[in-house]
Every structure is written in C-alpha cells, then in structure tokens.
C-alpha cells in the first residue's frame, strides 16, 4: 500500500505532468515580473510555464498559481506590484530572505491570500493602506497571517489597516522602525491569537480597546517609547505571555489584573516604572512559570515592603525576578522554594547574603536536553542519535517566534516538538530527531538547534536531504501550538556518500538556500513509487516519547486505562485466528494487518493487528481504546476488546461484512448503491457523528471522516470506524481543541488546518465531502482536481440539477428525484463553507437528510432493506476495511487545495 503522503505528491506530480494546458497567462506574466527582477531564482525557473514545468516553490491549480513558498531561497531584489495580479494566490511565502524596497499596496488586491509572510527582509516604507487610487493590506480581510517582522518597515501602524472584518490569527511586526501609537483599530480585529508589536519606536498610550482581543495569546509590546498609563488588561482572557518591557509607562502602582489572567504563563515587566505591592495572588495563577520583573520600584507583596511568595505558588513556577526593586523583607519558606527567586540590588540584600542576593549563572546556553541513551562512541565527525546510532545527522535551526511558554529548559515542552518533528517525517529515511541548545535569541524568537538522523545508513542521500528540507520549505511540518509560527535556516549538508568514507566532509553542499532545486527530484521519486518507505525506525527512541512505556501491563499493570473492553492475551487472539493464518488475513496497512478471528462463542471479529516492534500508531492505538470502549451506538464500530501481550498490540472490532462505502462507491466491493441505499448510509453515518459529537461524554470529535472509515454492515448500514485520530473535546475551558493538525487529504476542514483548532465543524466539513463523494462517486481528490472546489464552481443553481450532470454518479440519476438530488447537494456544499460557523451542526445535518430521505419516499427510521439477492458482481482483489491505510501528519502543501475550496 502507498502511504498517503506519497499519493497525495502523486497527484501534485500527474496533475503536473498531464498538463496539456498551460499555466494561466496572467499568472504566468506576474511571474515573469517576479523572476526577472528577484535574483538568486531557482534553477529550474525557466520556461514559459510555472505550473506546467514545475518551477520550485510555485504550486498550481488548474493551472492557476496558488502559493508562492521561498522562503530561505536567498531570494533578493523588490517585490514587484505584479504578485497583486496572481488573483488565486492563497499563500505568499518570502521570509529569510534579502528582499528590499517597499511592500507593494497591489498585495492588498488578492481576494484569496490567506498566508502572508514577509518577515526577516530588508524591506521599507510604509505598511500600504487603500486610498482613492489603491488598495492596501487593509483589504485583506480573508488573510490569516501578517508576518512582517525583523524588517526596516517605518511610519506609522496605520488605523485604517484593521477592522471589525478581519480574520487575523497572527499580527508579527517585532522588530521594525515603526513609529506613532499603537491604533484603537487593533482592537476590532477579535480574531487575534498572536501579537507582536515589540522593538520598535511606538509611542503614546496603549488602546485600552486591546483588552477585548479575548483570544491573544501572546502580546509582546516590549522595547518602545510607549507611555500613559498601564492598560487595564482584564479582557484579554486567554492571555498566556505578556512582556511590555522597558517602556515609559506613567508610575503607577501594579495594576489588578496582574493576576487575574487565569492562563499566564510569562510575565515580563522589566523596567516598567511599576511601584508598590503585588498580590501574592498572582504566584498562585495555575500555569505561571516565570515573573521578571526586574528594574521597578515594587516594594513586594505587603505595605511594610515584605515580599511573601504566599503558601501555594504555582506548581509550574521556575523563577520569579525582583532584581533592583524596592523590597525590604522577604518571608522565606521554611524548606525553601524549588523555583528560583532573585532579590539582587533590593535594600533586602544589603543585609543579606542569602542565596537570593546572588546573581545566577547566566543559563548554560549549550544546554541540551537530555536523550536516555549514554553516549556511544563515535568516530570523530559522527554524531550519537537519541537510538545510540553513530551518523551523519542533517542540522540547522528552529526559529519559533512566539512561543508561549518560558520554561526553556523543561524537557517536556520539547517531547510534543520531537513527536510532530517525527511524525512529519514519517515516510522518510530518518531514525530519529534530536532537539538541543534552547534559547531565546535576541529578537526573543526561540531558536533551537535540530539534528535529524538517517535511518538504515549512517549517512542521507541527496534524496533524503532533498526530502527534509521540503517537509519544511513547504510548511508540512506543523508545530504544536504552544510554539508558534516558526522558521527553519538548515546548515550546509556535507557528509553525502561517494566520498573518501575517511573524510565524508566537503563532498557537495547543500544549503537550505538550494532547497527548492530538490523538490522536484523528491517529487518524481515518489511519483515513480519507490520514494521512502523505512517505517519502524521512524521512530524517537521508544523511551523518550513512547506513550504506552507506562502501559505495559507487565511493567505496570496499574497504568491500564480500565475499561469496559475484554483484555485478550496474545494466546487467547492467536488461537481465534487460527495462528494468524494466511487465509484468515482480511487487510493491511501502514498499521500493520488485519485478521478476521471466531470467538469460542461463535462471534465473528476483525483483529487489527499492529506491525511487530512497531511503535507506529501508539498513541492512535491508544487513543482508539479508550474512546471506542466508551462509545456505543448503532451507527459507530463497536470494540469487543484488545491485546497488548507478548509485547503486541492489537484491537479486536466486532465484524463488519460489507467492506467500506469507498470500496462501494468505486465499484471494487460488487455491491451496487442506488440513491436510496446512499441516502440510507449518508443518514447513519451522520447519526453515527451526531452521536460522537452530541451524546458522548464528553463529545468526541472524529477528526478523520472519509469514505474509508465509514463500514457497511450486513444489511448495508453505515458504521463508522477508525478513532485512531479522534480527540475528546475535554474538560478544557475552550470550546475547541488545539491541537497537531492531521487527517486525510481531500477532507481536511481548512479553518482546522489555518488556526490548528479542532471544532466539531471538522468533521462537518468531512462529512460534506464524504456527501460530494456520495453524489459523485469520485474520491475527493483526482488528478489534482478537489471535488468541493469543481463541484462549487460548476454549480449553477437556476439550471435542472444545478447544472451538475457531468459530475453526478449516473448510476444515481435514474434511481433519485432531482429534487432531493439538488437538496442533498446544498447540504453537502453548506457542510464544505471556508468558515466552520457557517456549516450546520451535525444534528442539523440529520434532520435535514431525514427531511431529503421523506422528500424521496423513504422512511428515514426503516431498517434496511434486506440483504443479498440485492448484491451482485465479484469482489476482485477485494481488501477488507480494516486495512487502515497509515495515516499522515497533514501536509501543508496540500492546504492549497484545501483552502481555496
Ligand atoms: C495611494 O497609495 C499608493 C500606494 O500606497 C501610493 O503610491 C499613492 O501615492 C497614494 N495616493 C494618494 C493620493 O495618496
Ligand atoms: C466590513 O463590513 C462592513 C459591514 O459588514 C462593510 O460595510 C464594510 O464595507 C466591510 N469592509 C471591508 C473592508 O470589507
Ligand atoms: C530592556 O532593555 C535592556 C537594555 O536595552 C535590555 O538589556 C533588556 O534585555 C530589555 N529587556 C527586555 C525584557 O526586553
Ligand atoms: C529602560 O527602558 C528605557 C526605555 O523605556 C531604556 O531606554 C532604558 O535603557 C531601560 N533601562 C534598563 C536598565 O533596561
Ligand atoms: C510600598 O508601596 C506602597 C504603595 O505604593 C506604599 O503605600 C508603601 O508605603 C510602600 N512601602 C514601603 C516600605 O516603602
Ligand atoms: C510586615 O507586615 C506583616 C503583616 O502586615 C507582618 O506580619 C510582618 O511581621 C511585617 N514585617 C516586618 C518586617 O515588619
Ligand atoms: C537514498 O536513500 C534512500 C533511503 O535511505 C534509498 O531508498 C534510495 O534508494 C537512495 N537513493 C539513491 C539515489 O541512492
Ligand atoms: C454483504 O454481507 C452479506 C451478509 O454477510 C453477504 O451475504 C453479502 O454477500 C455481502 N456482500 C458483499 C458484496 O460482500
């Protein structure tokens, strides 16, 4: 089975090589513009068609150009006001690069950009807004993303640039030479996550309309001339990192507030002229890891000038600095305090000389962290993994912009990086990710040093390295939320083989510069299909990341969720499968294979069985465990049990005869699916997701509805399957989940993909296309063609069957009344809407296929008709459903086709 990644680079690759078409020549003149005068282009920048011939960095869409991504490309010159006339561009890309001159105001003219990154250049000038002649970056009211820091930008914010309309998630401008104050406006733009306004010269007071952007999570004002009063910042509820540092603040005293924001983790006020007391309430805030607020006049937390950190401080505390303060006493803790305290230059320490009144040590900055394996030794130039193989690892650095949390040196704030890191990574040649040398660099971006290690040789092939750098020039590689919008500069890579093994150094270089000249190879690779499939070793040493290490029952038996599933030993599956017999084998995939097995009682179940020594899919495992054992409704697969014995990890599903609704919609499964049958399957697998997202405690969000994981049973009703990826909503204070982006191509909800937050509305959104696919019979994605964007723009309401007779399974054009035809399909695009608030409730889904299924003649609440004379054709090569293909940490490349739906 090809690994999904694979096909999805197919399908970029055929739709490329059977373009008989050429690229759009509007774009392809934009392009133009952009090559003649940006220098340091790709090589393979040549030519008459962009989409056609693969330039490197440029991807298309029926030959529309939908991202530009270069960043790193050493790319310099100015932007020329041409990228405004690429009128389908979703993603612009350009940081880390040497561009100059002004941010051209036609930008502002892209109806679809959604992604718009510019930081690390030199450019200058003003941020464009619209007036009587031009339109500005104020009308980019769709837009995600402005990343404009570490440039020369001056003048003014503009107040015209924000507005109520916006759909900004981040807002980057650290680092510029922007002057004038902060505008109200800013305020309007309630969608915000992320705001960094820091080393600039702003000046004048701080909106006090900034405390309604309830969702930022980070606001960095710190390093201007910013004065007035302190703002009162009650309303910024899910505020986790704060520093407005070295302002000009009026004195004041500190301010409520302080420490009230429930989700702090980071307070940073050095040098903010605050005085007097703070509560000591602000120490106990749940999440709090570290206070700095050196260089003010506070005298602590009591009238008389004691500093008492109070009975419970934060579990999370690591260090909490009052260097050069006005603090007189401070009550002490009997036993002390296991997070650092700094009292150095307060009137306190001219009569102490307790720890406190020492300086620490500036942090080690070689600080790794740690893997569990001793040291092996290695040869000179070759480098220990966290699996104690010596190689040649490929190097570079992580730049994250914002990260939300302080504690640099807490190594778990790195596992959930080291398993994204891998899971991107997951059909290449590598064996493990090291992360080390954490810091904070001087623009306050957290920069960590990476090693990825070669699985299989000691050494990466060109391909290999080819491979890596575009997991992250193409933005496939998705960090956990808490880090932020990051960038990757890799080193040179010098250890390729071919080379004197004695000195493997100095052979051929690769910068991460040149990046972009190996796409392609990449790409071709996989296309020919005999790209990477090394699985297994992909893995992080087991004992650093391994989620079930605690679950072994014979390690721990006390680490076993309980649960209502049977707990089947090795011996107990092995003999129900007759030895894992051949003949008994129904599937297989990434995770390994499926068997169908007899209980003594006669049941008949399917065993999922995970590949030996694999760890692949542990956490899914798991995940699946836990949540089907909870869950029980007609329309869902029901757990009879699992194995984890003998070091084996299996699950033990009740059978389903009747394959997939995929297998049934492409004809492979023999069983013929009027329009009453698939009316019949839409209703039950919606009622199987009303039932996940509604009545399940707590709700659960599927998080990977496809054609694929929704099961027919005997009598053709649809359940649904595979949790692997599914998540609790939980008992967070959010209504949606945060979380690592994954799923599968063709139905990922694009609003999931742009803001990593998971909302029922995801798996509405898969539903819609799992509904197109109903309708179409096509998968959603062919030859690089995405049914939800065909099917929207083929859609002509005032014509008979909205004029969609090309796209509709003509199996179901006799059997359905064109009136329920046309219903099930404005449900179906009301699903697939951009905006997750825009799309029905699953509940509302069913009641309105209820409504569709009488429409048509049908009793939604009638049993299925009965069975086999209704069946016909020969299962030929037939896999039974159970063979879950591997799934993949989505792929940002993909997100073009995705988002533009
Ligand atoms: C309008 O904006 C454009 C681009 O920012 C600028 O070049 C032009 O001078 C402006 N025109 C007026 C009348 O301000
Ligand atoms: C913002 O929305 C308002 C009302 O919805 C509309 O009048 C205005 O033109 C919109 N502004 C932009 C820039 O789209
Ligand atoms: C405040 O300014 C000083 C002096 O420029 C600098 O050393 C310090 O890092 C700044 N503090 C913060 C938190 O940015
Ligand atoms: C305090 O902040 C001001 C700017 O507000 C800066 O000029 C000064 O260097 C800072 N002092 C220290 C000690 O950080
Ligand atoms: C501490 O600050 C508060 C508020 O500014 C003030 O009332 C009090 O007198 C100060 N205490 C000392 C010892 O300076
Ligand atoms: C400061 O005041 C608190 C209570 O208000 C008291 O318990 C403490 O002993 C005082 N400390 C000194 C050094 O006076
Ligand atoms: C590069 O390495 C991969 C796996 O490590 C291997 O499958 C592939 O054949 C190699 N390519 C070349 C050209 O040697
Ligand atoms: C569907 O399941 C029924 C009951 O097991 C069986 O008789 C029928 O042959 C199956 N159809 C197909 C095409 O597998």
Known sequence: MVPRIQVYLVVIFIQVLVAAAWTNPSDFNAM????????????????????????????????????????????????PADIGSLSELQILSL??????????????????????????NRLTGRIPVSNESASGLDMLVQTNHFHFGNNQLSGEIPSQLFSTNMSLFHLLLENNLLNGSIPATLGLVQSLELVRLDRNSLSGPVPQNLSKLSNVQDLYLSNNNLGGPLPDLTGMMSLSYLDMSNNTFDTSDVPTWFSTLQSLTTLVMEN????????????????????????????????????????????????????????????????????????????????????????PLPAN???????????????????????????????????????????LSNRSNY???QQSLMSSFKHLPVDSVSLSNPSKNLDEYLTLSLQVFPSGQDYFNWTGISAIAFVFSNQIFISPPSFGPYYFIANSYQNFPGTPSSSHKKSRVITGAKVCGSVLLFLSLAAGGHAFRQKGRAEIAASQIDPFASWDPSKNSGGIPQLGARNFSFEEVKKYTNNFSETNGIGSGGYGKVYRGTLPTGQLVAIKRAQQGSMQGALEFKNEIELLSRVHHKNIVGLVGFCLD???????????????????????SGIRLDWMRRLRIALGAARGIQYLHVLADPPIIHR????????????????????????????????????????????????YYMTNQLTEKSDVYGFGVLMLEIVTAKAPIVKGKYIVREVKQAMDVTKDLYNLHQVIDPVIVSSASPRSLEKFLDLALRCTEEQGVSRPTMSEVVKEIESIMELAGLNPNAESASTSESYEGARKGYEHPYSDESLFIYSGAYTQFQVGA
């Open 32 to 79: 133009q513009a952009l090559r003649g005068e940006w220098k340091n282009t790709p090589p393979s920048w040549v030519g008459p068609d962009p989409c056609g011939m693969r330039w490197d960095g440029i991807t298309c869409i029926n030959y529309r150009i939908v991202s530009i991504m270069c960043a790193s490309f050493g790319l310099s010159g100015q932007l």
């Open 95 to 120: 940081n880390s690069n040497k561009f100059i001159g002004e941010i051209p105001s036609s930008i502002g003219t892209l109806p679809k950009l959604l992604w718009l990154d510019i930081g690390e």
């Open 272 to 359: 903010t002229t605050l005085s007097g007391n703070v509560s000591d309430k602000l120490f106990s805030l749940p999440q709090l890891q570290t206070v700095r607020l050196r260089n003010n006049r506070l005298n602590g937390t009591l009238l008389n000038g004691t500093l008492n950190i109070g009975s419970s401080p934060s579990t999370e505390l690591q260090l909490v600095d009052f260097q050069n303060n006005s603090i007189q006493f401070f009550t002490e803790k009997p036993g002390g305090y296991n997070f650092q305290i700094i009292l150095v230059d307060d009137p306190y320490c001219q009569r102490s000389t307790s720890s406190y009144c020492i300086l």
């Open 365 to 407: 900055s070689s600080n790794s962290i740690p893997s569990n394996c001793s040291t092996p030794r290695c040869s000179e130039d070759q480098v220990p993994s966290p699996n104690c193989q010596c190689a040649y690892p490929y190097t570079g650095t992580l730049f994250f912009r914002a990260p939300s949390f302080s504690d």
């Open 415 to 417: 596992v959930s990086l």
């Open 646 to 668: 003998q070091g084996e990890e299996m699950l033990v599903y009740e059978y389903i005869p009747n394959g997939t609704l995929k297998e049934s919609l492409s004809g492979k």
């Open 704 to 751: 990977d509805i496809k054609s694929n994981n929704v099961l027919l049973d005997e009598r053709l009703n649809a359940k649904v399957g595979d949790f692997g990826l599914s998540k609790p909503m939980g008992s967070t204070y959010r209504t949606h989940v945060t979380t690592q982006v994954k799923g599968t191509m063709g139905y990922m909800d694009p609003e």
